[in-house]
């Protein structure tokens, strides 16, 4: 990353489970750093420009991922297309009135990270399986989010990337109320910016047009 200042390094999280300190955010005041040419052709903005108390905790810049090896660049950053911007502000906004913050494990994927993961798990209904095209994560139109409260993650009943049916949003087997009731209000907040839950992954939302098929992205992550 090119950065005209230097950002503080956020914590790095060896282990972030349910109840899980949450790292913390990025201090307020401090300028983000322009996104690269590329990024910005690409119409990617930093989400830290969007919801600048965001926490920001990518798993895959981290070697605490399904994969167990960092697929990212230490200094990665959470990139979205412009078109979540007033989804996610909105959502941020709904959950800061209840003292909440969201926490961002993923944003825009480059392509060929999502082929390492398909490689590492080919079960297309946990890692999208890559075509000749990008979409949802490829594209920097779907992010994957939970809430911390007070600094501490709350209880959503699995850790990210957890490759079990009690990972389903509207999971009920093995997911207590308290978690259900979580996910209802992550759903809640992020559907008020018009982001919509995969049914499959309590975590992942998609926004306007993730599912739309477009040319792959050569965008670095940093
Ligand atoms: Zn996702």
Not at 154 to 164: N, P, R
Request: a negative charge; one cysteine or more; charged letters at 20%.
């Amino acid at each position: 990353m090119k950065a005209i200042r230097t950002l503080p390094t956020l914590a790095t999280v060896v282990a972030v489970g349910v109840g899980a300190a949450a790292p913390a955010a990025a201090a307020p005041g401090l300028e983000v750093p322009p996104v690269s040419p590329q990024a910005a052709a690409a119409g990617f903005v930093d989400v830290r420009t969007v919801v600048p108390d965001a926490v920001i905790d990518l798993r895959y810049a981290t070697a605490n991922n399904f994969v167990g090896v960092p697929l990212y660049p230490a200094d990665a950053r959470c990139l979205v297309h412009n078109s979540m911007a007033p989804g996610l502000a909105k959502a941020a906004d709904d959950l800061r009135a209840q003292g909440d913050v969201l926490v961002f494990w993923d944003c825009y994927r480059p392509h060929d990270v999502q082929v390492r993961m398909f490689d590492a798990v080919p079960n297309p209904a946990w890692v999208a399986k890559p075509g000749p095209y990008a979409r949802s994560h490829e594209a920097g139109r779907s992010v994957d989010v939970t809430i911390a409260e007070r600094g501490r993650l709350v209880d959503m009943g699995t850790d990210f990337d957890d490759f079990s049916a009690r990972a389903q949003a509207y999971a009920t087997d093995g997911v207590s109320a308290v978690a259900q009731a979580n996910r209802e209000r992550l759903r809640a907040a992020m559907g008020a910016g018009g982001l919509a839950v995969y049914s499959g992954e309590w975590w992942h939302f998609d926004g306007p047009g993730a599912g739309v098929q477009r040319p792959i992205l050569d965008v670095p992550v940093d």
